[in-house]
Nanobody
């Protein structure tokens, strides 16, 4: 299983970015896929996670209404559309996957994810 995240970069406050995560060796029709981020000096935190069986999606309070997670089965790719970016969104963003269909309360628990991508840096600054 491999996850390849891309799409990060430097953006001004209020701007947008779309992150992509190409998944190989793992079906997007089962399990759970998540986006996490880690800012300097902080712990890794859940941003958005989707249970594939029913597309149930959880968003962190800090990004709800600004970020949208989606998937494309044909491309075996998941996306994170990030709008109205703020300096506090600056972090390395990781995609992760688990074969388990996680319940809502477990979706942001990093210990349940077996597979991780390499991360892509998002910097929000003027």
């Amino acid at each position: 299983v491999q996850l390849q995240a891309s799409g990060g970069g430097l953006v001004q406050p209020g701007g947008s970015l779309r992150l992509s995560c190409v998944v190989s060796g793992f079906s997007l029709r089962s399990g759970t896929i998540g986006w996490f981020r880690q800012a300097p000096g902080k712990e890794r935190e859940g941003v958005s996670c989707m249970r594939q069986s029913d597309r149930s999606t959880r968003y962190a309070d800090s990004v709800r209404g600004r970020f949208t997670m989606s998937r494309d089965h044909a491309k075996n790719t998941v996306y994170l559309q990030m709008n109205s970016l703020q300096p506090e969104d600056t972090a390395v963003y990781y995609c992760a996957a688990t074969t388990r269909g996680l319940i809502w309360s477990s979706m942001f628990a990093t210990q349940y994810y077996n597979y991780w991508g390499q991360g892509t840096l998002v910097t929000v600054s003027s």
